[in-house]
């Protein structure tokens, strides 16, 4: 299977422990992107790499959220001192910059709920 | 700030017939435009998509148009079959944003046979 990948597809945590996520991209794809998706809502845009630079962040992402892509690869996304607004479904997608405007594909994504 | 709008939760047709899913935007920048369509427990799959130099694109039974003078786009599904019924997002983007998608609230879909 050569599509995004995510781990682990469901996290349930104690409210003010640390989780981390990862997600593999598709191996060509030079973007990676972090999107939150909660109930009811379409997936809300959290930051998103080219290669290894992080080149933007959401509003969204507080202090606590620290994403990384160290080698341009795979990805991270780690919740410190999580909070139960924190539950969601946490979606990885990957891109490539080939054309100006191209789609993204998404993992199964990481279903977090903090209890 | 919804800049991206699905204003019908829900929308049910019969087998055979047409779904029309409409999706309204606010920013006059977003140049590309994509639907995308959710199955519970997955992440979104990418259906089909138009830049904003075209009115149509056309894709099998699907079909977005897109209208700019109205901010309006809509997804057509001709004919819609059982295994159409999920959720679909409408998303827009900036072509100078990187690629990040702005998504709709979203718009469920029930084909029933």
């Known amino acids: 299977d050569t599509g995004v990948s995510q781990d682990p597809r469901h996290k349930i945590t104690k409210r003010g422990q640390n989780v981390t996520f990862r997600c593999d991209p598709i191996?060509?794809?030079?973007?990676l992107y972090w999107y939150r998706q909660t109930l009811g809502q379409g997936p809300e845009f959290l930051t998103y790499?080219?290669?290894?630079?992080?080149?933007?962040k959401s509003r969204l992402l507080s202090d606590r959220f620290s994403a990384e892509r160290p080698k341009g690869s795979f990805s991270t996304l780690e919740i410190q001192r999580t909070e139960q607004g924190d539950s969601a479904m946490y979606l990885c997608?990957?891109?490539?910059?080939?054309?100006?405007?191209?789609?993204?594909?998404f993992g199964q994504g990481t279903r977090l709920t903090v209890v | 700030d919804q800049q991206v709008k699905q204003n019908s939760p829900s929308l049910s047709v019969q087998e055979g017939r047409i779904s029309i899913l409409n999706c309204d935007y606010t920013?006059?920048?977003?140049?590309?435009f994509l639907w995308y369509k959710k199955y519970p427990a997955e992440g979104p799959t990418f259906l089909i998509s138009?830049?904003?130099?075209?009115d149509k694109n056309e894709d099998g039974r699907f079909t977005v148009f897109l209208n700019k003078s109205a901010k309006h786009l809509s997804l057509h599904i001709v004919p819609s079959q059982p295994g159409d019924s999920a959720v679909y997002f409408c998303?827009?983007?900036?072509?100078?944003?990187?690629?990040?998608?702005?998504f709709g609230q979203g718009t469920e879909l029930s084909v029933k046979p």
């Open positions: 997608a990957s891109s490539t910059v080939r054309s100006l405007n191209t789609e993204a594909f």
């Open positions: 191996s060509e794809h030079n973007r």
């Open positions: 790499f080219q290669n290894e630079a992080q080149l933007e």
């Open positions: 920013n006059s920048m977003f140049d590309y």
């Open positions: 138009i830049s904003s130099i075209k």
């Open positions: 998303a827009a983007s900036v072509n100078l944003s990187g690629g990040k998608l702005i």
